[in-house]
């Protein structure tokens, strides 16, 4: 009696230990595992700009400017669900994950569209002169939006989608904001800066000297850091918010467009256009650790939930994801978990029978 005890414990232990190996393993999924350097491509209609992903709802939406349109993609199993019109020549885009509405930058049409994210609904047109970027600050319902036309950064009020003022900067280009310090970053491009502004007061409160030609820029907000790249130099600036100093500088590939932060993983993702790659930087570490190779990269989002990064290509109408799915990962820890209980019982049944084996052994010597 004692062995068949001994045996079912051993078996238990092992379908308990495999059922905790998935729990914990579902729990970190979003954030613990390293992304896959798997790239899947697929083309969009249209020509793919600009990436907008909302963790709230799974849903990832890409702006197609010769269709004027924009794809919505379920990130959960990367199919396409839906398309809808927008009006002529959408690009940048953004989406609030709290209020779950979209915001459309139509450069050419002078026109900021908002979009319900629920029903693809247009619920209005702002007159921007030439919107191109735009931040969100998801805390105070606040947008932001750059213009090297007009040589502002407009701030619209989510609440009422009016225009409350605009901030004069020479030429800006990229634009990202910290929602936890309610601060505001801008790249110019003619005069290799980037532009503090504080949303409390919409002033311009610093001006830190970066490299030659910084474009795109994004917040780490739990370690308060700035990244920005800079084209003509192939490199990465590293800014610390507190100080709004640069702290270190990282060579990256040639023609840095775009940067993109996973900040569960404290990873930093650079789309390197000229060079054709994706520079993955360790952002405790501030180095390189990997460079995945993509088709002249321009664009880009993060994923922190799912762990993937979605990359659009210019001049096309190519949308690359990088990392896997969660049916791909659930499938990865169901394999692992099956696996883990057929080897504890195998190797149950395997002592289980050396003991037998003893045990009978040592009968017929005492008998």
């Known amino acids: 009696m004692r062995l068949e005890y001994f045996l079912i414990c051993f078996i238990i232990i092992g379908v308990l230990s495999n059922v905790g190996y998935l729990t914990n393993t ?89 979009v319900d994210g629920s029903t693809y609904n247009i619920i209005e047109n702002i007159e921007i002169n030439g919107p191109y970027d735009i931040a969100i600050n998801s805390k105070t319902n606040m947008i932001y939006v750059t213009s090297n036309v007009a040589n502002s950064v407009f701030v619209i009020d989510g609440n009422t989608n009016t225009v409350q003022t605009s901030i004069n900067i020479q030429v800006p280009c990229g634009i990202a904001v910290n929602t936890k310090t309610n601060t505001i970053y801008v790249t110019s491009e003619a005069t290799d800066k980037v532009h503090v502004i504080d949303g409390m007061s919409n002033t311009q409160i610093d001006i830190i000297k970066v490299s030659y030609s910084p474009r795109g820029v994004a917040v780490n907000e739990e370690t308060n850091t700035v990244y920005v790249t800079n084209q003509n ?42 060079s054709g790659t994706l520079s993955v930087i360790d952002g405790t570490i501030n180095e390189v650790i990997d460079s995945i190779k993509v088709i002249q990269p321009y ?69």
Do not use: C, W
């Open 233 to 274: 130099s192939g490199t990465l600036s590293v800014i610390d918010g507190t100080i709004n100093e640069v702290i270190d500088t990282i060579t990256v590939g040639q023609g840095p467009r775009r940067v993109a932060v996973n900040q569960e993983t404290n990873t930093v993702y650079v789309t390197n256009q000229n």
């Open 26 to 114: 579902q729990q970190y999924a979003h954030a613990e595992l390293p992304i896959s350097n798997t790239v899947k491509d697929f083309k969009l209609e249209g020509g793919s700009g600009v990436v907008a992903v909302n963790p709230n709802t799974d849903l990832v939406f890409v702006t197609n400017t010769n269709s004027d349109t924009v794809s919505v993609i379920d990130g959960s199993n990367n199919n396409i669900v839906s398309v809808f019109k927008v009006g002529s020549r959408p690009y940048g885009i953004a989406i609030n994950p709290e209020t779950n509405i979209l915001y459309v930058a139509r450069e050419n049409s002078d026109i900021l569209t908002v």
């Open 299 to 367: 664009e880009m989002a993060v994923d922190s939930r799912n762990n993937k990064v979605y990359i659009t290509y210019f001049g096309t109408g190519m949308l690359s994801i990088i990392g896997e799915s969660l049916e791909e990962r659930s499938s990865t820890q169901l394999f692992y978990v099956v696996l883990g209980i057929s080897i504890a019982v195998l190797v149950g049944g395997i002592v289980g029978r050396i003991l037998y084996n003893k045990q009978a052994h040592t009968k017929i010597r005492h008998s």
